[in-house]
């Protein structure tokens, strides 16, 4: 069995669930899990985890992302882009300045409304499913962060070159973000609409645009049997915690799951290892098993995630 996570550059017209199950049939692996959906027409990074890895999905699924969007205003849809059904026009006055001044009041957290095309559940019902219906329910507000809004590039109307039209931007956000309610806000704040043109995700944790791989690309390391250059082992997103490596004669404590004290381990450097939470713990043989924490109360390490 394969275990590691494959950046995935998600293409236009696949569902995330597409994309574990292309995967599944190209590595010949059930155990194959994405980390955070990404809208049919939404392109870009989607990291996808295999074997043990799966374990990772809710980890990932909780980091920050970034996004480039174009953000069309004048128009809003029942489905906050532009594949949706027309709501409403209404003229575009805003200038570059006010479009900036806008967009900068929305840096920080704000309590933003789900969209109704989501997979969000309200009584044990997808909201999707309920505005397929031709339902429009309440949606409770939830607090997102945004941590920065760039504007990239502005197109003026047709009419007045001082007007903003269209505007891409690059976002970076909390998790439960969604940036086609990012863009409906922006819209009402400028008192014309708006809704979201195009969404390319382009990155999440340390998985980036430039080195995601299309399906097809992948398909071809396997046949060429150079995939293992292109999974990154599980470890490699832990790199930041401190590296210990269990004694031989602890090892049946480790694979069994149970906790380890200081004489079990033995430290990658001699640093001060006071005020250290969590260890990337390796076997006697160098072979990554998993996170522990520490715990004041028993003077040990606890397991947090195993990957054996």
Known sequence: MMNGIINVYKEKGFTSFDVCAKLRGILKQKKIGHTGTLDPDAEGVLP?????????????????????????????????????????????????????????????????????????????QKLYELARQGKVIERKPRT???HAIEILE????????????????????????????????????LQCGGCMKSLIRTKVSI?????????????????????DQVMLPVDQLFLSMPKVVVKKEACKLLYNGNQLKEENITWENDSNHNNIDKIRVYDSEDVFTGIYEYDKRKNCYQPVKMFL
């Open 154 to 189: 502005v197109t003026p109307s047709y009419d007045c070159s001082d007007v903003v039209q269209e505007v891409r931007m690059r976002v970076s956000c909390s998790k439960g973000t969604y940036i086609r309610s990012l863009c409906r806000d922006i819209g009402e704040a």
């Open 144 to 146: 997102v962060t945004i």
């Open 48 to 124: 996808v985890c295999v074997g043990n890895a799966t374990k990772l999905c809710d980890m990932l699924t909780d980091k920050d992302k970034v996004y480039e969007a174009v953000l069309t205003l004048g128009i809003t849809t029942d489905t906050e882009d532009m594949t949706g059904e027309v709501l409403e026009r209404r003229p575009v006055t805003a200038t570059y300045d006010r479009v900036l001044e806008v967009i900068e009041q929305f840096i920080g957290t704000y309590d933003q409304i789900p969209p109704m095309y989501s997979a969000l559940k309200v009584n044990g």
């Open 207 to 227: 998985f980036t645009l430039e080195n995601a791989l299309r399906l097809a690309e992948i398909e071809e390391c396997v046949k060429t049997q150079t995939l």
